[in-house]
């Protein structure tokens, strides 16, 4: 029995612009790479990077992001989702109620 596993040559990460117009230091660059499920964001106000494993179900991406916090200290874990239909991200913060809510942000 022979198998393989056929992956584009031509594969690209979509790359998208997150803005919150209520939130000025919120923008950053959101690149999915839908081949290996991985999402990748970069905020603008520092550059702080996150890479997280990610799936996609029904039109939603979900991943688990981090926020930094003090030198030290070990970063909080967010609960994220992205509609790809609506470009609207949504957030929970783990140790919250666990509930996603509208961040206010739209990714195009």
Known sequence: MLATVV???NAVELKLRCENPQVEY???TLYIDEVN???TRIWDADG???TSPATFKDGVWRWVGTIPVEAGEPDIPIDLSL???TGEVFA??????GTLVPTGEFCR
């Open 7 to 9: 992956s584009p040559a």
């Open 26 to 28: 919120a923008n950053s």
């Open 37 to 39: 499920g991985r999402i």
């Open 48 to 50: 702080y990077r996150d």
């Open 83 to 85: 509609d790809r239909r």
């Open 92 to 97: 929970a913060i783990q140790v919250g109620s």
